[in-house]
């Protein structure tokens, strides 16, 4: 049972300290930390670094001991850890490329209403100061716990966690973790993930310039184009067709100096959850293809790229899977390249628990050798499965259904979060909160469809909820009194 006196003691402390709270975390969002292989002493890019120091001052300004561990990992919590009884709570400071469609500044973060709108405010910033504002109260309210706590904040979650697999092969690790970088309530299990690219064995003519679409392999993309080389015969077949309309573009096109640009456009969300996105490869490939001026040679090449962006399941490539435990295997295509004449498809593949990652490589070898094109396995992070049975999934569980009055059970994703990387992990929330009219009506104000949410165009955080998140991660970490680690 959630003590209410103390429930209390913890909202109110959240509401006293909630504009200390938005400023810190402006802070944090005004850098552009977006992961890329960096030199020397920023092994992740100077935008990673610098949200990581700042991270770590701000810790130092709440009076927590901050370290950093060779500039890939920081913790804020106390100087000499126990960490056979640490309980480590972990956030990325990285963010995803900022992608098309803004109507805000991505990196000169606003407040509108209860909203706080910039690239990382939501994934994974806004949750790491909470945290860190957890601790704070525990510590000021002066509630015993039974196990010691640490914040860490890493800086390459979004590109492929090297960052983790640094930090855990030359550094202790708590005796259990918790991630708040998913929905509530406890998220016991992830999906694999598998990356790789689909390269077409033959070149495009000299009639296809330039191809590209996306800007990250976990991001569905709003945008691909290709540039052609300006015909009489494309003019006048584009000059027979009629453009979409403006509100609701799916292709375009420009004539530039260099050659005609043609355009596709999507809906963006995140390539573990496809589900209501609009792939603009698909779209510009569907459209590439019908093209009578295009080469028939270069339709064909892109006619492959077209079959794997035209469903998110893997039923093209016969890898489609699904289990009682983690549902159905994904399989977005989401960024388009062209490498010395090559077309190169990347593909983000989140496979279900029980599914053989080995039989997946496999099948989409031969798929490649079907089509024309090359399948090359860049890497495969496997699945993340804590036991269900721990006294922890339950409790916390039951936590966050007290306070919210809902009946929510725990649960298994195909996002991938740090739990994949460190031993007795697990995330519980922030996210899936349940929101009011009043969040309805502000987002329908603020934002058109398709905008707001975490690597989508106009990022955004509820502030209110964020706030009645934290209370309950305060409460569950008041549970773990009662847990042995």
Same mark, same amino acid.
């Not at 402006?26 to 920023?42: A, F, H, M, N, Y």
């Not at 109260?137 to 697999?165: A, K, N, S, W, Y």
């Not at 590209?212 to 000059?239: C, F, T, W």
């Given at each position: 049972?959630?003590? *209410?006196?103390?429930?209390?003691?913890?909202? @109110?402390?959240?509401?006293?300290?909630?504009?200390?709270?938005?400023?810190?975390?402006?802070?944090?969002?005004?850098?552009?930390?977006?992961?890329?292989?960096?030199?020397?002493?920023?092994?992740?890019?100077?935008?990673?670094?610098?949200?990581?120091?700042?991270? =770590?001052?701000?810790?130092?300004?709440?009076?927590?001991?901050?370290?950093?561990?060779?500039?890939?990992?920081?913790?804020?919590?106390?100087?000499?850890?126990?960490?056979?009884?640490?309980?480590?709570?972990?956030?990325?400071?990285?963010?995803?490329?900022?992608?098309? +469609?803004?109507?805000?500044?991505?990196?000169?973060?606003?407040?509108?209403?209860?909203?706080?709108?910039? *690239? +990382?405010?939501?994934?994974?910033?806004?949750?790491?100061?909470?945290?860190?504002?957890? @601790?704070?109260?525990?510590?000021?309210?002066?509630?015993?716990?039974?196990?010691?706590?640490?914040?860490?904040?890493?800086?390459?979650?979004?590109?492929?966690?090297?960052?983790?697999?640094?930090?855990?092969?030359?550094?202790?690790?708590?005796?259990?973790?918790?991630?708040?970088?998913?929905?509530?309530?406890?998220?016991?299990?992830?999906?694999?993930?598998?990356?790789? *690219?689909?390269?077409?064995?033959?070149?495009?003519?000299?009639?296809?310039?330039?191809?590209?679409? +996306?800007?990250?392999?976990?991001?569905?993309?709003?945008?691909?184009?290709?540039?052609?080389?300006?015909?009489?015969? &494309?003019?006048?077949?584009?000059?027979?067709?009629?453009?979409?309309?403006?509100?609701?573009?799916?292709?375009?096109?420009?004539?530039?100096?260099?050659?005609?640009?043609?355009?596709?456009?999507?809906?963006?969300?995140?390539?573990?959850?496809?589900?209501?996105?609009?792939?603009?490869?698909?779209? =510009?490939?569907?459209? =590439?293809?019908?093209?009578?001026?295009?080469?028939?040679?270069? *339709?064909?090449?892109?006619?492959?790229?077209?079959?794997?962006?035209?469903?998110?399941?893997?039923?093209?490539?016969?890898?489609?899977?699904?289990?009682?435990?983690?549902?159905?295997?994904?399989?977005?295509?989401?960024?388009?390249?062209?490498?010395?004449?090559?077309?190169?498809?990347?593909?983000?593949?989140?496979?279900?628990?029980?599914?053989?990652?080995?039989?997946?490589?496999?099948? &989409?070898?031969?798929?490649?050798?079907?089509?024309?094109?090359?399948?090359?396995?860049?890497?495969?992070?496997?699945?993340?499965?804590?036991?269900?049975?721990?006294?922890?999934?339950?409790?916390?569980?039951?936590?966050?259904?007290?306070?919210?009055?809902?009946?929510?059970?725990?649960?298994? @994703?195909?996002?991938?979060?740090?739990?994949?990387?460190?031993?007795?992990?697990?995330?519980?929330?922030?996210?899936?909160?349940?929101?009011?009219?009043?969040?309805?009506?502000?987002?329908?104000?603020?934002?058109?469809?398709?905008?707001?949410?975490?690597?989508?165009?106009?990022?955004?955080?509820?502030?209110?909820?964020? &706030?009645?998140? @934290?209370?309950?991660?305060?409460?569950?970490?008041?549970? =773990?009194?009662?847990?042995?680690?």
């Amino acid at each position: 049972m959630v003590d *209410r006196e103390i429930y209390n003691k913890v909202s @109110m402390w959240f509401e006293a300290h909630k504009e200390e709270m938005i400023k810190d975390i402006i802070r944090l969002v005004r850098i552009e930390s977006i992961s890329q292989p960096g030199k020397d002493d920023t092994p992740f890019g100077k935008g990673c670094l610098r949200a990581l120091e700042e991270m =770590l001052q701000i810790g130092r300004e709440h009076g927590f001991y901050a370290e950093n561990y060779d500039n890939v990992v920081g913790s804020i919590g106390n100087k000499n850890k126990n960490w056979d009884n640490l309980v480590g709570f972990w956030n990325h400071l990285d963010v995803v490329p900022v992608g098309n +469609g803004w109507e805000y500044d991505p990196f000169a973060p606003v407040v509108r209403e209860h909203f706080l709108i910039g *690239r +990382g405010a939501q994934d994974n910033k806004g949750p790491a100061v909470g945290i860190l504002y957890m @601790m704070q109260c525990l510590r000021e309210l002066h509630i015993p716990l039974q196990h010691e706590l640490c914040l860490f904040v890493g800086t390459d979650e979004e590109r492929g966690m090297e960052d983790m697999e640094y930090y855990t092969a030359h550094y202790p690790v708590p005796k259990l973790s918790m991630i708040a970088d998913s929905g509530f309530p406890v998220c016991y299990g992830e999906k694999g993930i598998m990356e790789g *690219r689909m390269v077409a064995k033959e070149c495009v003519t000299a009639q296809v310039l330039k191809a590209y679409g +996306g800007s990250a392999a976990n991001m569905i993309p709003d945008r691909a184009g290709v540039l052609l080389a300006d015909s009489k015969a &494309l003019r006048e077949e584009l000059g027979g067709l009629e453009k979409n309309g403006t509100e609701e573009k799916e292709i375009d096109w420009v004539i530039r100096p260099e050659g005609i640009e043609i355009i596709g456009y999507g809906a963006s969300r995140h390539s573990a959850f496809p589900e209501g996105s609009v792939n603009a490869i698909h779209k =510009l490939s569907a459209f =590439l293809i019908k093209l009578a001026s295009l080469s028939e040679a270069d *339709r064909t090449i892109f006619s492959g790229v077209e079959k794997l962006c035209r469903e998110y399941y893997g039923e093209e490539t016969q890898i489609a899977y699904e289990d009682t435990v983690s549902g159905k295997t994904t399989c977005a295509a989401t960024v388009l390249t062209m490498e010395e004449g090559h077309l190169c498809l990347t593909l983000n593949i989140r496979y279900a628990i029980t599914a053989k990652h080995d039989q997946a490589d496999q099948a &989409l070898r031969a798929w490649g050798m079907a089509n024309q094109m090359e399948w090359k396995l860049e890497r495969n992070s496997k699945p993340n499965y804590f036991p269900k049975e721990h006294p922890a999934v339950e409790r916390l569980t039951g936590i966050y259904n007290e306070i919210t009055g809902r009946k929510e059970q725990s649960f298994v @994703m195909g996002g991938g979060t740090y739990a994949r990387k460190l031993p007795n992990a697990f995330a519980y929330g922030i996210g899936g909160m349940e929101q009011n009219d009043l969040d309805r009506e502000a987002k329908e104000r603020l934002f058109q469809a398709g905008h707001g949410g975490a690597h989508e165009p106009d990022e955004a955080l509820n502030l209110r909820l964020l &706030l009645e998140a @934290m209370k309950i991660y305060t409460m569950a970490v008041i549970a =773990l009194n009662e847990i042995e680690l």
